[in-house]
């Protein structure tokens, strides 16, 4: 590891940016982007805890689901993490902090069946959706349309895959109630 240091831009610090917004409106938004960054990869990781340990007779259909799912968080979490950037704000990069940061609760490290796994990424995925909605009237009632947009597309996604999710958890399967004993 190098020994010698050049903090370009400290942590925690927002910085006059070339969108034009306010530094102290910017740095209203870095923090909400921030805890959305957190509560991102938080979720991601609990999903693809979910895609390694998933079984039963529907294991590859949601296997696949949450793959597909926890790479949309990722992606998510990349674009708000740019965009705070471009806001003159350094995004959260250290487990330790987005661990700190986040407003989500991940699960333990215990195995659950794929039934309370599913029910646990629902929680986690309203939690998000609400904070979403929050961060949305932030940036749009400070005059910031554009990341009100951005968490617009991002919401799209989550309520699409919590939407999905929901489905999963209803009682109808293929899977025979002897097989479950």
Same mark, same amino acid.
């Given at each position: 590891m190098?020994t ?9 610090? %927002?910085e006059?940016n070339?969108?034009?917004l306010?530094t102290?409106k910017?740095?209203q938004i870095v ?11 938080v979720?991601?990781?609990? =999903?693809h805890?979910?895609?390694?340990? %998933?079984?039963g007779?529907?294991? =590859?259909? @949601? ?5 597909e799912?926890?790479?949309?968080v990722?992606?998510a979490?990349?674009?708000?993490? $740019?965009?705070?950037q !471009?806001l003159?704000g350094?995004?959260h ?13 991940p $699960?333990d $490290? ?7 796994s ?10 998000? @959706? ?5 961060? @949305? $009237?932030?940036?749009?009632? =400070?005059g910031?349309? !554009?990341?009100g947009q951005?968490?617009?597309?991002? =919401?799209?996604t989550?309520e699409?895959h919590?939407?999905? @999710? ?11 109630e002897?097989?479950?004993?």
């Amino acid at each position: 590891m190098n020994t010698q240091k050049t903090t370009r831009q400290p942590a925690d610090t %927002v910085e006059a940016n070339a969108l034009r917004l306010d530094t102290e409106k910017a740095a209203q938004i870095v923090d909400a982007l921030n805890t959305d960054l957190a509560d991102a990869y938080v979720l991601y990781h609990q =999903l693809h805890k979910h895609h390694w340990n %998933v079984e039963g007779a529907e294991f =590859l259909e @949601i296997h696949v689901f949450l793959q597909e799912v926890y790479e949309d968080v990722e992606d998510a979490a990349d674009e708000l993490a $740019e965009r705070l950037q !471009a806001l003159g704000g350094v995004p959260h990069a250290s487990m330790t902090t987005l661990a700190a940061n986040a407003t989500v609760e991940p $699960e333990d $490290e215990d195995v659950y069946d794929v039934r309370t796994s599913l029910a646990n990424d629902l929680e986690m995925m309203g939690d998000i @959706i609400e904070s979403y909605r929050q961060h @949305i $009237e932030l940036a749009e009632g =400070l005059g910031d349309y !554009a990341t009100g947009q951005m968490l617009r597309k991002q =919401l799209e996604t989550i309520e699409e895959h919590t939407h999905h @999710i929901e489905h999963y958890l209803e009682d109808d399967t293929l899977v025979l109630e002897s097989a479950t004993k």
